[in-house]
């Protein structure tokens, strides 16, 4: 465990770029630790099919192969709670051939720290923002000292018991953070031209249904919750990736990137001059004015994400806590238009409560809006938020229900776990939704009677093959991007074991 190269930690991630292991990543070679990444393409279960004969794409036994001859002293995953099962899968096949320990972080673990660290397959999880406490704990690891009080991290003893160690504060200065190393997603193909950039950490809302709902009251008094980057930080960022890969466009993944008019206004001047590439981002629907749309549109913005997610002020009100009335919406949607900024709306089904009219309320008002493409979902309830307690509260979710979603079954994109009247309709409604919009006028009486719970069997079937025409930027892109990625992760795994590279890399 110790020398030259500190500890060597090996990280697992599948389907996607992770902006948390890159993090991870960076800080951990800054301070002479060796990282490697194993990644699985997911092709065969992506959430949006699953096909059992495109395993034979995967090189599973390259993948576990690799894994063994790199020797590492730690496993470490990163997992939301629909990547959870994959997680476990693979490390159970790791625990088979490395006898060392795996820690697992994410806002899995976050939202139910009891649940998984009472796995026999977890060792450790790490609560929260993880740069400091995993520094923290492989500097101990290197130094062969305990390391079972480090801030963050839960510790399982030999005897089962449980190191359950409080939360250190949030990271105050994001500037002090090196870059993401990109490098370690880049060499499976995971991304070409599209870049995905946080400015920021946190969000000013807390939507019963998101993940900021459980760690805005988890972080209560341990720091400001949210928090932003310089502008000069990010643009050495993106200048950086400009020189490196074959950048087309960026995508801010912030949780809401029109947050703060006085930064917006000083990163604007930058990016104009000095980077000036095409972008998307996310913004709230009553957080922008004519002035701050005006400079997206000059510094290239090609895809505004807002979430309307329910068309019912009722719901919007008592279960959303969004409270943003829908007037200010359309005046502000009508000013994005105005600039001809394409808009990406997101709409959610299947709230407590929701019957078809208020579901037909929301796609009626996202229609009004004149979106370019929408992103349409089941609710899941994740564990921790307060519409999970809501669902549990009016019987959405029974007590197997809620261990099925602490185990990461079920998704936002395929059959409901909820027990609601109407969630047939609202999994034809999430599927077609997209497709609706974008119809002539004329046509949308008739599809609209279409739309069914009749038509659950082909509704699937429907979105998948309109994705390319109903996300003409970021869908083909991602496309490429998944083709891409099974051939270079295919090319990845040949060539190391051909050549027997295990290091770091």
Partial sequence: MKGMYG?????YYRGRESLGVEYLSAVLKQAGHTVRLIFDPGLDNNFYWKNDLLRRLHMEEEMFGLAEEFQPDLLAFSSTTNEYP??????????????????VGGIHPTSVPEFVISNPLVDMICIGEGESAILELLDRMSNQRDYGDVRNIWVKKPNGDVERNELRN???????????????FYQFGVFKGLMQVMTGRGCPFSCSYCHNNVCRRMYRGRGKYVRRRSPGNVIKELKLYKEKYPVTGVSFQDDLFLMDREWIEEFYSMYVTEVNLPFSCNAFPTRMDEKVVSMLKEMGCRNLFVGIDSGNEELRNSVLNRKTPIDEIKKNMAIVRKYGI??????V??????????????????DELGPSAVQSHILFPFPGTDVYRKCIKTGMIDEETVELIKRGEGSIVGESLLKHPYKDLAYVLAKLMAVYVKLPKFLKPLFRRLMTEKAKPVANAVFLLTIPFLFPWQGMERIRELILMVLKSRKYYSHQRSTGISGGS
């Fill in 342 to 347: 394409p808009i990406e709306l997101s709409a």
């Fill in 349 to 366: 089904f299947c709230f407590p409560g929701e019957t078809p009219e208020q579901m037909w309320e929301t796609i009626d008002l996202v």
């Fill in 7 to 11: 500890v060597k930690v090996l990280f």
């Fill in 86 to 103: 994959f997680v476990l899968k693979v490390a159970a096949e790791l625990k088979k051939r490395l006898p060392v320990p795996v820690i």
């Fill in 170 to 184: 949030l990271i105050e200065d994001l500037d002090s953070l090196p870059f993401p190393d990109k490098d370690i």
